[in-house]
């Protein structure tokens, strides 16, 4: 397989480093991407050059891992990350080699990466695709196989753990069967890695097309209940009545509706996470169960999960409204008031996400995303919000409140204030003969 055309930058790119004896390569992900047929411009290159010699090559290089023999050049408007070829050391905090050592082969380097299919390099500009790990099939057959022994790369690095569930979610992979093992053999190391690289992979995982791979990867090996015990919990809690999945299932699913739509990570994690109160709320009845209350302890549990999680209190605050408010009952014949009553409870701000949240929900249930009723509901928050009437938009003008024998002054104004309050209530009045008769009515009360 070819790696053509090899963009003009690229052979830009590599041209000083030919003219100077050394070799560049693209490795990583834009090489797996284009062989996927997928976009991606997010290049990484391997070089036998050390980052003093890249340094020399071009005016603009950035040391932004000189230790570990990463820079960053600027070229022609782009950021490109160079690593010379290295071997790792030591891993003895089962995250970071201990020491890194520059070598001479792209060979030496590809067996320090992670999984086959990360591992395909090409010579720019030579558009052959180098697979010294049988990445080529395992992209046909869509697997996620680690290089060398799953157990001893594992040990090194247990974010790699994480990843292999999140390219399973992003790419639609399966994870391959000695790999997937040594995930749940060694799935308490994932203690070694941060909170904030976690929630990095689970955000990935959330925010791929496939979201219900990833987190299934993450439920089987065991890694769930490491780092969201919450949702984990929720696994086998059974619903009857409406639903048809338990509790476990039905978050995947509206997670999976939330992504299917496209919507956003707030809304995709409140899909998630939005019945994780259901299990410590659970209760018999008849022929179903009973979750009173379930979202009040699913916001506070959210919140604490975020937290955890080091979510920034942005996103904390937003996803944990979402989960607060999504029992909302709407019908009809809510009246306007209702509407406004619904509207700040939840925040300006919010609702928009709230009814996503809802559609996602009732999506997961049903598998139909039609509801009269929260499109309903959408156009009354929206009429309700739209820069709404002002006084000089009402039926009744100041002249015919002077064909009504007032006189002009203040009381002009408070009257039309008074008016305004009426049609923003009920817009059917705004017409000049019914609002003429509530004008009487009010200077009439008013005297
Ligand atoms: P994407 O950028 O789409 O997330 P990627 O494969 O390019 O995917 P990066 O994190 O950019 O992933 O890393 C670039 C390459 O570096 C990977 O393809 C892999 O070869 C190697 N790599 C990254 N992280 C690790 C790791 N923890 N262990 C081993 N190799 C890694
Ligand atoms: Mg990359």
Same mark, same amino acid.
């Given at each position: ?257 939330? !992504?299917?739509?496209?919507? %956003? *990570?707030? &809304?995709?994690?409140? @899909? $998630?996470?939005? /019945?994780?109160? =259901? ?103 929206? !009429?309700?919000?739209?820069? %709404? *009437?002002? &006084?000089?938009?009402? @039926? $009744?003008?100041? /002249?015919?409140? =002077? ?45």
């Amino acid at each position: 397989m070819n790696f053509s055309p090899i963009p003009a930058i690229l052979k830009d790119f590599s041209k000083p480093f030919k003219s100077n004896g050394f070799e560049l390569y693209a490795v990583g992900g834009a090489v797996r991407d284009f062989c996927l047929g997928k976009k991606n411009s997010d290049f990484d290159f391997a070089t036998d050059a050390a980052p003093n010699d890249v340094k020399r090559l071009f005016p603009k290089v950035i040391p932004t891992g000189i230790k570990h023999g990463t820079v960053t050049v600027l070229f022609k408007g782009e950021m490109f990350e160079v690593t010379t070829f290295r071997t790792e050391n030591g891993y003895v905090d089962c995250r970071h080699p201990d020491s890194v050592e520059f070598v001479s082969s792209l060979e030496e380097d590809l067996k320090r990466r992670d999984f086959t299919i990360n591992a395909l390099a090409v010579k720019i500009p030579d558009p052959k695709i180098i697979d010294l790990h049988g990445g080529l099939p395992d992209l046909k057959n869509h697997l996620i196989r680690c290089i060398g022994v799953p157990h001893d790369r594992f040990m090194e690095d247990a974010l790699r753990m994480m990843r292999a569930c999140r390219f399973s979610s992003q790419l639609g992979f399966e994870i391959e069967s000695a790999t997937f093992d040594a995930i749940c053999e060694l799935k308490d190391n994932i203690k070694f890695v941060s909170l904030e690289r976690i929630q990095e992979e689970l955000s990935r995982i959330i925010m791929s097309s496939n979201p219900r791979k990833g987190i299934e990867a993450l439920s089987r090996s065991g890694l769930l209940d490491l780092i969201l015990p919450e949702l984990a919990a929720c696994r086998l809690v059974q619903q009857l009545g409406y639903h048809h999945e338990d509790v476990y299932y039905h978050s995947l699913s509206a997670l999976d509706a939330a !992504a299917s739509r496209d919507w %956003s *990570l707030e &809304v995709r994690l409140a @899909a $998630l996470l939005h /019945d994780i109160g =259901k299990p410590p709320c659970q209760e018999k009845a008849e022929n179903r169960y009973t979750f009173y209350n379930h979202e009040i302890a699913g916001a506070k549990m959210t919140k604490e999960l975020l937290r955890r999680l080091k979510y920034p209190n942005s996103v904390i605050d937003k996803v944990s409204t979402l989960v607060r408010n999504h029992m909302f009952n709407y019908t009809p014949d809510w009246t306007d008031g209702a509407v406004r009553r619904f509207i700040l409870r939840c925040g300006k701000d919010n609702v928009d996400d709230i009814l996503r949240l809802r559609l996602a929900d009732q999506l997961a249930m049903s598998g139909n995303c039609i509801n009269p009723n929260v499109d309903q509901l959408e156009s009354r928050i929206k !009429a309700i919000e739209s820069p %709404s *009437l002002t &006084v000089n938009d009402l @039926a $009744l003008t100041g /002249d015919d409140l =002077k064909a009504m024998g007032l006189k002009p002054g203040p009381v002009f104004s408070e009257i039309k204030e008074f008016l305004l309050q009426q049609v923003l209530d009920r817009p059917e009045l705004n017409t000049k003969e019914q609002l003429s008769q509530i004008a009487q009515k009010y200077i009439s009360n008013r005297h």
